[in-house]
């Protein structure tokens, strides 16, 4: 798991199990029940950086979509809809994609 010592197994299955179905998926529960919210500015940071799989700097619509396989690799793909959502929540600045502060923002909402 890409968040083995930041985050506690338990509580990632128990949050990954709570939006098993599909378009069952709240950023702000998901982000209490796996305890990223309750991290350090440089735990979620980090996360930032697991999820940034290109490195580009931001979290991308593309990336956005397989967020839940960065906490397990048999997690399911968002839905379009759910990814629609999460991105539209966290671009304050309406370029389309998630930078390091917005994701911070969005993690402590």
Known sequence: M???GVLNDAE???ALDGCAAADSFDY???FKASGLAAKTAD???NAFKIIDQD????IE???LKLFLQNFSASARALTDK???AFLSAGDSDGDGKIGIDEF???VKA
């Open 28 to 30: 702000k529960k998901f």
């Open 61 to 63: 619509e593309d990336e």
């Open 43 to 45: 735990d979620v940071k």
């Open 2 to 4: 890409a968040f083995a």
């Open 82 to 84: 759910e990814t629609k």
């Open 104 to 106: 911070a923002a969005l």
């Open 55 to 58: 490195n580009s700097g931001f």
């Open 12 to 14: 990632v299955k128990a």
